[in-house]
């Protein structure tokens, strides 16, 4: 069974720009949620989606978005890029949180903003 | 707030070892998970806890949850090189309509297991 996969796994923008980053989840799995890790911050919590809709968002922004397709697919989109939202982007995906929360990350994708 | 305390935050052990983190949670939760990551890599999942007194192990590692006392601890045994890596526990609160919040990590645990 083919895990979490995340494109691109490798990004450079600069300040001001924007940039969408996608994750399919594992096959049969309808929950994505998105997490920013940073070395100063650690691990946060972004937004999780089920069945296309946004159940739960974190403490960040509305420069940070995503939405979730039909099928599960998801992407998420940053606005007007800053210095400090370089971190790596992981996607996990999990059956259904209501059960029990186990969550499958994926490489993550790497933001440098300069 | 949904808080989430590892400690120690860096270990540096010998091999052949015994040692313990600790992971303290501030709000009553029942679903408690173990990551590891190595550097450059993603997570990966280690185990599950869902109930108080919850105990798996899998090889060198053994994770058990106290819920009352809001505390997990993941103990490693007769520790090996392989181990190393930075260890994450994380909380989750169920909502009672279902589905439940993102995950709240700890700052981790970096463990280095010298020969």
Redesign the interface.
């Known amino acids: 069974k083919a895990g979490v996969t995340q494109t691109p796994r490798y990004l450079i923008k600069t300040r001001g720009q924007q940039v969408t980053l996608s994750c399919s989840p594992i096959s049969g799995h309808r929950s994505v949620?998105w997490?920013q890790q940073t070395p100063g911050q650690?691990?946060?919590?972004?937004?999780?989606y089920?069945s296309e809709t946004q159940?739960?968002k974190?403490n960040f922004p509305g420069r940070f978005s995503g939405r979730q397709f039909s099928n599960s697919r998801s992407e998420m989109n940053v606005s007007t890029l800053e210095l400090g939202d370089s971190a790596l982007y992981?996607c996990?995906s999990s059956l259904d949180?209501?059960d029990?929360?186990?969550?499958?990350?994926?490489?993550?994708t790497r933001l440098t903003v300069l | 707030e949904l808080k989430v305390e590892q400690n120690p935050l860096f270990l540096s052990m010998q091999e052949g070892k015994n040692y313990t983190i600790y992971c303290n949670y501030s709000t009553t939760s029942d679903?408690l998970?173990w990551?590891r990551q190595d550097p450059g890599?993603?997570?990966?999942?280690l185990f599950?806890l869902?109930s108080n007194g919850a105990v798996k192990q899998e090889g060198r590692l053994m994770a058990s949850l106290d819920t009352k006392a809001r505390l997990s601890t993941l103990h490693i045994t007769a520790a090996v090189h392989d181990l190393s890596a930075t260890y994450?526990c994380?909380v989750?609160i169920?909502y009672s309509g279902?589905?439940?919040?993102?995950?709240?990590?700890?700052?981790?645990t970096h463990l280095i297991i010298q020969p």
């Open positions: 949620s997490y650690g691990l946060q919590f972004l937004f999780e089920f159940r739960n974190g992981l996990a949180p209501g029990y929360n186990e969550q499958f990350f994926g490489p993550g | 679903r998970y990551y890599k993603s997570l990966e999942s599950v869902l994450f994380a989750d169920e279902g589905g439940a919040d993102g995950l709240t990590f700890g700052k981790g």
